[in-house]
C-alpha cells in the first residue's frame, strides 16, 4: 500500500472512531439498552421501507423484524432496571420514578408488535401505525430529545 493510501485509511478509521466515540455512552449498560433501542429502530426501518413501497414486501423480513420488536419490548425492562447515567444518555429520570409505568409502556409496544400481522403488506400497513404510537409513547415521556 501507498504511504498516501495509508494516510488516508488511517484518517478514515481515526475519523469513524471519533464519530463512534460521541455516539456511544461509555458506560457499558447505557451502551446495551441505547443498542438495544437501535435494533428497535431497524426493524422500524425495514417494515417502514415496505409500507412505503421503498422497498418490495418481504414476508419472512417482516416476520423477522416483528419478532425483533417483540424481542425488544421483552428485553427493555431488564437493559434499563439499572439506572446508569452517562453524558450520552437520552433517558429521562423519570424512567426510574415511574418505574410501572415505564415497564407499561415497553409491555404496549410488545403487544402493538404481536398484533401486527406480518404475512401481508395491508397487515404491516395496518400495524405500523400502533407500533410507531407505542414507541412515541414512551418517548414523549421518558427521552429526552
Ligand atoms: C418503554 C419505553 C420505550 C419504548 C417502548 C421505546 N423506546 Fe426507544 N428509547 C427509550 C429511551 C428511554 C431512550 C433513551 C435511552 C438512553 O439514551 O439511555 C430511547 C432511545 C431510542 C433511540 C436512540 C438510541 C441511541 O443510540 O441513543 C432509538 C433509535 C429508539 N429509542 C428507537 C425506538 C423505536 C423505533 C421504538 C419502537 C419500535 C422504541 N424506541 C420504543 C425508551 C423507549
Known amino acids: 500500500m501507498k504511504f498516501v493510501t495509508k494516510m488516508l485509511v488511517l484518517g478514515l478509521i481515526m ?6 466515540a460521541q455516539s456511544k455512552a461509555a458506560d457499558p ?15 422500524m426501518g425495514v417494515l417502514g421501507g415496505m409500507a412505503k413501497g421503498d422497498t418490495a414486501f418481504d414476508a419472512a423480513a417482516a416476520e423477522a423484524a416483528k419478532a425483533a420488536l417483540i ?3 421483552a428485553a427493555t425492562p431488564d437493559a434499563f432496571k439499572n439506572n446508569a447515567s452517562d453524558p450520552a444518555s437520552h433517558a429521562k429520570p423519570e ?4 418505574w410501572d409505568d415505564f ?11 404481536a398484533a401486527m400481522d406480518a404475512t401481508t403488506l395491508d397487515g404491516v400497513k395496518a400495524g405500523l401505525g400502533a407500533i410507531g404510537g407505542a414507541c412515541k409513547a414512551c418517548h414523549t415521556e421518558y427521552k429526552a430529545s
Open 103 to 113: 415497564v407499561s409502556d415497553a409491555n404496549a409496544l410488545g403487544a402493538a408488535a
Open 15 to 20: 475519523a469513524g472512531g471519533i464519530a463512534l
Open 71 to 73: 424481542a425488544d419490548a
Open 95 to 98: 424512567v426510574w420514578t415511574n
Open 29 to 43: 449498560d447505557v451502551n446495551a439498552r441505547q443498542t438495544l433501542m437501535q435494533k428497535n429502530g431497524g426493524a
